[in-house]
């Protein structure tokens, strides 16, 4: 392959550039689609300027490959990966060799697709929405794949974690990857097999701060922080077997027992070590299980740790609509102590999930979990942007979200007394000048002086 030659090209770079101007609403990450069957996707990738593909929209792009007689996919999985890694990275702007392979299968297969905008949580499940025979291939791990062509095929090679936070590491690793996708696009070509590549990430990547010019800007930019954390990580889903009836979210998940910090997020969302067997769904009741095993600091003496979420579905009158609840929650140590709190300020119609930006023990969140036992008098919660749905999931997609924040905030308030003090002063004085009356007798100074005679 020369290599090189396609490195020189910035093609690919500049119709990224191009595509990706407007402000995204939730974070997307690119797809990259590339075949070695024939004409599959008759599209202007113009037409998709701006826009986020969601979980049904992607799969129509994927119809394609599905209707076809003969149905193989390489997808190319990556941890993270943004747009702009497209320009940081690229080869025109360095002595980077990312994207090279990509770059050269873009151009010279029979077929691509670019997607520059996708939504990570479409992305998440694409793997998991193939009823084909699976082969899972790691980066550093040989292909030697003993496939039957007349089957479908779905073969999934999980690309090294690149670390944002390094651009020289980062640089380096994605260089790997390319080579990783060139070798394993290669051999199948070499086996003579029809397939199409996918290459995408299970969430977006770091955007830089410095890289002004390239940076994408969301929501308000007076006096905000720069970003320098990842984007957030996919939502723990409870199947009941085959369809998603619980989500849960949360950026950190931390629990304080006497004093000492115990931090769940990782194990809950980002290595998904904790165990939701024991969670139940029903159309009126639902129960999230979560499990884990203490280890993270010896001197701790709880070894075991189970936390339940316990939601409702009821019918009230007075609304006439279903609306769920989050009525209690339970912090069960070593399977034999059980803290019960009560939950103030969790509701929302059952169509909606529920959303807040803090929720815990304290009474300054704004859902508070109060210890109802002596035993959960020695726990402390603290959960961040807290979103949980527990009835009526969909594509396994959170549904809008209540938020907690109620109409009149503190801010709101402020203003508002404000507003009427200034409004009340202002009608008191013009009450005073309308009320204003004049003297019914004045001097006359030709005539005598007009005497007051005292008191």
């Not at 496939?147 to 380096?172: E, F, H, R």
Request: aromatic residues 10%; proline residues 4%.
């Amino acid at each position: 392959m020369t290599e090189d030659r396609w490195c020189l090209q910035p093609l690919l770079w500049c119709t990224f550039i191009n595509l990706f101007r407007v402000t995204p609403a939730v974070d997307p990450v690119p797809l990259l689609m590339w075949s070695t069957i024939g004409s599959l996707w008759n599209l202007n990738n113009g037409t998709q300027e701006g826009h986020i593909i969601k979980n049904e929209e992607l799969h129509a792009f994927l119809n394609p490959i599905f209707n076809h007689g003969s149905q193989n996919i390489v997808l190319f999985l990556q941890n993270e990966l943004s747009v702009e890694d497209f320009t940081r990275y690229s080869p025109h702007n360095g002595d980077s060799k990312a994207f090279c392979n990509i770059q050269y299968f873009l151009d010279t297969s029979n077929s691509s697709l670019v997607l520059p905008a996708v939504d990570w949580r479409a992305t998440n499940h694409l793997k998991d929405n193939f009823n084909w025979i699976k082969f899972q291939i790691y980066h550093d791990q040989e292909m030697e794949l003993e496939m039957d062509p007349s089957k479908p095929n779905l073969i999934v090679v999980n690309l090294a974690p690149v670390d944002s936070m390094n651009n020289l590491k980062t640089a380096q690793t994605l260089a790997n990857n390319d080579k990783v996708i060139g070798m394993t696009t290669n051999a199948l070509k070499g086996k003579g097999l029809w397939f199409t590549g996918i290459y995408t990430a299970l969430r977006p990547s770091v955007v830089i701060s410095h890289s002004t010019d390239r940076m994408i800007h969301t929501g308000r930019q007076l006096l905000a922080m720069d970003s320098t954390s990842s984007a957030p990580h996919p939502p723990l889903n409870v199947t009941n077997g085959t369809n998603t009836c619980i989500l849960f979210y949360a950026t950190s998940l931390q629990l304080k027992v006497n004093g000492t910090l115990i931090d769940l997020t990782n194990e809950t969302f980002i290595s998904t070590s904790v165990d939701t067997n024991s969670s139940a769904c029903s159309t009126t009741n639902a129960t999230l299980s979560l499990k884990y095993s203490v280890q993270q600091n010896p001197s701790i003496s709880v070894k075991s740790l189970e936390i339940r979420f316990l939601m409702r579905n009821s019918f009230y009158t007075g609304s006439a609509r279903h609306w769920f609840t989050l009525d209690f929650v339970e912090i069960v140590q070593d399977e034999v102590h059980v803290g019960l709190f009560n939950v103030s300020g969790v509701s929302t119609p059952q169509e909606y999930s529920f959303h807040c930006q803090v929720v815990g023990t304290s009474s300054l969140y704004g859902a508070i979990f109060i210890p109802a036992n002596k035993a959960a008098q020695a726990w402390t919660i603290t959960i961040f942007e807290f979103q949980i749905q527990g009835f009526n999931v969909e594509n396994n997609l959170f549904a809008h979200a209540s938020d907690c924040t109620s109409y009149f905030t503190h801010a709101i308030w402020m203003a508002l007394v404000t507003t009427l003090t200034l409004l009340y002063i202002l009608t008191y004085g013009i009450h005073m000048i309308m009320h204003l009356t004049t003297n019914d007798r004045f001097d006359d100074p030709k005539g005598q002086a007009l005497t007051v005679p005292p008191d």
